[in-house]
């Protein structure tokens, strides 16, 4: 089955960090770029970046470069999200993508909460 | 950063309305858009892509248009299953943006 599955929720302190993952499976991890989209709360959709799953060079949206670090393991099939030196505002819901341009598979999504 | 105004907001329709959202970019993008559907908590749905493109197993009263700067979204004849909110997204140029969505009600 052509998926991508999210690892589960987190709840962490401002100042912190947060390892998300996502696994790719069903199709040949490496052909497609991977995309990182967030969603606060009752907000929309916002594009962090992408990382070239062929060669594991990532791409940073201006807004979000520094904190943010895409990496990923071919072997697992398995891209990741760090986050570090959380903020409250970055309670958010996480996903991945398929696609650097048209986004045609999610995963369902990591839920980040950050509260003190 | 490309800028897409989504209108309207919100939309409160009955069942059997053609119902039609608009997604206008500040800059002119061709026809590199993509619509996508989203339920509350859940991943969004690509329905739609290169502004007109109809993806496999998605319902045909669903339809896009549009090049440029101002591209359409309609919904032929509503259906209860479709209540939950879209957006449309730029790929034009990185970063990929989305606009602001439309949420999607049942009158």
């Known amino acids: 089955q052509v998926q991508l599955v999210q690892s589960g929720s987190e709840l962490k302190k401002p100042g912190a960090s947060v390892k998300i993952s996502c696994r790719a499976s069903?199709?040949?991890?490496?052909?497609?770029?991977l995309i990182w989209v967030r969603q606060a709360p009752g907000q929309g959709l916002e594009c962090l970046g992408w990382?070239?799953?062929?060669?594991?060079?990532?791409t940073y949206a201006p807004a979000f470069k520094g904190r943010f670090v895409f990496s990923m393991d071919t072997s697992l099939s398995t891209a990741y999200l760090h986050l570090s030196d959380l903020k409250v505002e970055d309670t958010a819901l996480y996903f991945c993508?398929?696609?650097?341009?048209?986004?045609?598979?999610w995963g369902q999504g990591t839920l980040v909460t950050v509260s003190s | 950063d490309i800028q897409l105004t989504q209108s309207p907001s919100s939309l409160s329709a009955s069942v059997g309305d053609r119902v039609t959202i608009t997604c206008q970019a500040t800059?002119?993008?061709?026809?590199?858009l993509n619509w996508f559907y989203q339920e509350p908590g859940k991943a969004p749905k690509l329905l739609i892509s290169?502004?007109?493109n109809l993806q496999t197993g998605v319902p045909s009263r669903f339809s896009g248009s549009g090049s440029g700067t101002d591209f359409a979204f309609t919904i032929a004849s509503l259906q209860p299953e479709d209540i939950g909110t879209y957006f449309c997204?730029?790929?034009?140029?990185?970063?990929?943006?989305f606009g602001g969505g439309t949420k999607v009600e049942i009158k």
């Open positions: 069903g199709y040949h991890f490496t052909t497609y770029a």
């Open positions: 997204q730029q790929y034009d140029d990185l970063p990929l943006t």
């Open positions: 993508a398929r696609g650097s341009r048209t986004p045609d598979l």
């Open positions: 990382i070239n799953t062929n060669t594991g060079n990532p």
């Open positions: 800059q002119h993008i061709s026809h590199f």
């Open positions: 290169d502004s007109s």
